[in-house]
């Protein structure tokens, strides 16, 4: 078995490096996710990730993570931008940046989230993006919450009124996001009392 020491990567560490992406010629490593194969370098994924430099022997399956994440990750390593205004691919980004301890990537994953957010979303899509965050994310990943509790607290009034909304707190089984979601709420209430004065 050969180690692959992690080492601090410097601007401009890996130039060039976006024509290696997927790219089977002189890849010594195969990330499988889902119906997805990514041909890959250990050089490089392991110089970002502490958990693929752990992992090091062979080639990796990640089926059970969202394909789309694993690739947009992986383009990130290789220097590709990637996400284009999906709210919900960045958080999936950064669940799965977490996940294999790549700090770059969850660093960008959370910035084009907030941002995403930040900017009206359609107050239709909202509810589904509250509802999503919550489905794929744990305590942990508090961060991605306090985001949507933001959000979802600029717009508290609009939401309240939102048909798929109120569906969803009928009918998702959801306990945790609902519990989650309320405290983040409630804990900001000074700020909600200002709403109905």
């Known amino acids: 078995m050969t180690a692959c020491k992690r080492r601090k990567l410097s601007p401009g560490a890996f130039s060039g490096r976006e024509e290696y992406f997927n790219n089977p010629r002189f890849s010594d490593l195969t990330i499988l996710s889902g119906d997805q194969k990514f041909y890959v370098h250990k050089v490089l994924v392991c110089a970002y990730s502490e958990y693929f430099s752990l992992l090091f022997d062979g080639d990796w399956n990640l089926y059970e993570d969202d394909p789309q994440a694993v690739k947009a990750m992986l383009q990130f390593m290789y220097g590709i931008g990637y996400m284009r205004g999906d709210d919900l691919l960045a958080a999936s980004v950064y669940v799965v940046s977490d996940k294999y301890l790549v700090p770059k990537v969850k660093e960008h994953a959370l910035e084009k989230f907030y941002l995403g957010m930040k900017y009206p979303v359609g107050l239709n899509s909202l509810p589904s993006v509250i509802t999503r ?65």
């Open 133 to 197: 965050v919550y489905a794929m994310t744990t305590k942990i990943h508090q961060e991605l919450r306090d985001i949507v509790v933001s959000v979802a607290l600029d717009r508290i009034y609009t939401l309240w009124k939102n048909k798929e909304f109120v569906a969803v707190n009928d009918t998702i089984s959801l306990q945790e996001m609902h519990e989650c979601l309320a405290w983040g709420l409630l804990s900001n209430l000074p700020v909600l009392s200002s709403l109905w004065t």
